[in-house]
Nanobody
Framework: QVQLRESGGGLVQAGGSLRLSCAAS????????MGWFRQAPGKEREFVAA????????VYADSVKGRFTISRDNAKNTAYLQMNSLKPEDTAVYSCAADFTTSLYTIKVDGRGYDYWGQGTQVTVSS
């Protein structure tokens, strides 16, 4: 099992930056593809970004491409989401998720394919 805990959310002005962290328990972090998802009030959860367990492949939603960067440090059992040029429409609860996979490069964009989820961290971008 893996337990995930997000941190780094907060209130920021439009154009600002935040860095989210997702700390994982256990010794098998490197066996999981890691994803970030977000859910705004009244909206469905949406895919933001994901990184393969090898770190060698990343996928981004079109809405964040060029502004957000996902990364991971397997030695620290932590995944990150660097968010730059934030917009009010980025306001949401951001959650990290882990997908156990034997593939070095597999990435799923459907949250239903992920095995474990964190509680989420609020990101609010003011205009």
């Amino acid at each position: 099992q893996v337990q995930l805990r997000e941190s780094g959310g907060g209130l920021v002005q439009a154009g600002g930056s935040l860095r989210l962290s997702c700390a994982a328990s256990g010794r098998t972090f490197s066996m999981y593809t890691m994803g970030w998802f977000r859910q705004a009030p009244g909206k469905e959860r949406e895919f933001v970004a994901a990184i393969a367990k090898s770190g060698g492949r990343t996928v981004y939603a079109d809405s964040v491409k060029g502004r957000f960067t996902i990364s991971r440090d397997n030695a620290k059992n932590t995944a990150y989401l660097q968010m730059n040029s934030l917009k009010p429409e980025d306001t949401a609860v951001y959650s990290c998720a882990a997908d156990f996979t034997t593939s070095l490069y597999t990435i799923k964009v459907d949250g239903r394919g992920y095995d474990y989820w964190g509680q989420g961290t609020q990101v609010t971008v003011s205009s």
